[in-house]
């Protein structure tokens, strides 16, 4: 899950899994699988990066394979 802010400036949790798309139309809106939408205030670059450091912690969290 990433950190995102809302235009009513509060901060929530967003599933990046569920994330379909990212639009700016000037504001940042961001499409689930489940057809909600979200405006937020960061940019798409921010929260591609956000994505990705989450999935870095999650994949580096897991125990080696044990062969």
């Not at 599933?15 to 798409?44: A, G, H, M, Q």
Request: charged share 30%.
């Amino acid at each position: 899950m990433i950190l995102l802010t809302g235009l009513n400036d509060k901060e929530f949790y967003l599933n990046c899994d569920l994330i379909e798309k990212i639009e700016v139309t000037p504001d940042t809106v961001i499409t689930t699988t489940t057809n909600k939408k979200f405006l937020v205030k960061e940019s798409p670059d921010i929260i591609l990066k956000r994505i990705i450091n989450f999935r870095r912690n999650y994949m580096y969290g897991l125990p080696e394979v044990v062969k």
